[in-house]
């Protein structure tokens, strides 16, 4: 009797079609291990850090292989508490996270792809984007800055550059950090009740939050273009913050589980260099 | 009454004069908290991780400090475990890790701090160095790929480059993780007996321990030429990992309250912007 185990991979992967982001629950919680507390303890007793460590090792050997794990979504979504939850549970040696801003001037004079290719990860790293190549055609998309043909061209462009990282032996994983409305206005009110968090508050994003419609227009068309087998979108519904932490670790297990790197086997001659080891050398 | 409490950085500075590295003890314990348990739950009480969250928050109001640890040592002294164990503690988006290897053709070809300076820390991180510049006045004095000249300029322009750095709002920690000869020999032989780590030996780190006095009196120059109040180097006895860890987490401790950041003293109009998060907006 065969048992098929859903994966969340599976359950969360953007469904095919037009996509309307209106249709996917933010509450949810699909294949979730049990409430908050089974999910931080699911998580304390990942091996996540075991299968990091193997990806890393086998890049010691010549392998090629490396992860990026792309973060996208609207301000207070939780990007960056996913690095500190979820990232945190990898080794940071094996780590590289690049937080992209607003692009600088150097940034902006190049190709929107420039800031991205200096920060992929090497072969054995998992690499992470706290946003990423997606704002081109977010930003400038809500606010008219780009010709419709020119956000549409980038979306191609996209998809040629992520099937290519594919091909060269990087795996990519990209989440949607999908929240309310009214979750957002929440976030955004604790961070102003709160001295230690204020200083993530700007009034830009109250300008920005205007737009709330136009962005899940913007999302919505990002995840519709730019889903692929080389390249997944998956959406985790992000208003519960145990949620989505669990979700975005799982996620990254299944990924590392499916490559499942080995330490590499060496050919050592343990009993002659054991004798190179022996008192007094 | 005044009690003057005793710094670690003060217990583990480099002593001035000569250095001699033999007249340090490797397994010594200075104002350890007790134990291997009481050390693992210092770290885990740590207030590392809100210190550090304030420097980063200081940085996004314009602050411009931030901190590098570099930490030297000989194989299997822990650099790798250091990371793995202290720099988890801190949140991954304020920390860059970059581990120094032997140079690429293209890093060779260039002034040998050229890679480093790529590699600083922005404003409000923490930058980790594993292996770092020091890295150009021992290879190449013990293996007289260089005449003492050429490395004895170069402890100038390392004192001249870090007191640049100290200048700029870089906070620097210099840590030499210090093992004995029978530590690295037990540590090898583990490396050895262990199919998940023997990815992590090389038979050249046998050729380079036949070095090992030439290279206790490498580190004992650069550690006598390159001190300085500007850029302190510490002397971490390091045979117990428990303690190794423990003290460079208190010397980065000591370092962020004595820098003492603060979150950003905004002006905010609560009430006009509560307004502005007022149902349905």
């Known amino acids: 009797m065969g048992t098929e185990q ?3 991979r599976d359950a969360l992967r953007v469904r095919p079609g037009a ?3 209106a249709g996917y629950d933010t509450a ?3 294949l979730s291990p049990g409430g908050k507390d089974k999910a931080l303890r699911a998580m304390a007793a990942s091996p996540l850090a075991e299968l990091q460590e193997r990806l890393y090792a086998e890049a010691t050997a010549g392998g090629r292989r490396s992860v990026l794990l792309v973060l996208q979504g609207t301000d207070t979504a939780g990007k960056g508490g996913v690095v500190n939850h979820v990232v945190e549970l990898l080794s940071p040696e094996g780590v590289r996270v690049t937080a992209f801003k607003v692009p ?3 940034e902006a004079a190049h ?3 420039w800031r991205i290719r200096k920060a992929l990860p090497s072969p054995g790293v998992v690499g992470v984007f706290d946003r990423s190549h997606y704002e081109d055609v977010l930003v400038p998309r809500v606010h008219e800055l ?10 191609e462009e996209i998809n040629a550059f992520e099937a290519d990282l594919a091909a060269k032996g990087t795996t990519v994983v990209k989440c949607f950090l999908h929240i309310s409305h009214a979750t957002q206005r929440e976030r955004l009110l604790a961070r102003l009740a709160d001295p230690t968090k204020q200083w993530k508050f700007q009034e830009a994003d109250l300008d920005e939050r205007a737009y709330w419609s136009d962005y899940q227009a913007a999302y919505s068309g990002m995840l519709d273009a730019c889903d692929s087998d080389a390249a997944p979108w998956y959406v985790v519904p992000s208003d519960r913050k145990w949620y989505r932490n669990w979700a975005i670790g799982e996620l990254l297990r299944e ?4 490559l499942d790197p080995q330490y590499p086997k060496l050919d050592l001659d343990l009993p002659r260099l ?3 080891l022996r008192p007094p050398y």
Chains 1, 2 share one sequence.
Request: hydrophobic share 35%; net charge positive.
């Open 6 to 8: 859903k994966s969340l």
């Open 19 to 21: 996509v309307n982001l």
């Open 28 to 30: 949810a919680t699909p």
């Open 104 to 106: 600088t001037p150097e």
């Open 111 to 113: 190709h929107f792809l």
């Open 146 to 155: 780009v010709p419709e043909s020119e956000w549409r061209r980038r979306y």
């Open 255 to 258: 990924t590392l589980v499916e």
């Open 274 to 276: 054991r004798l190179r």
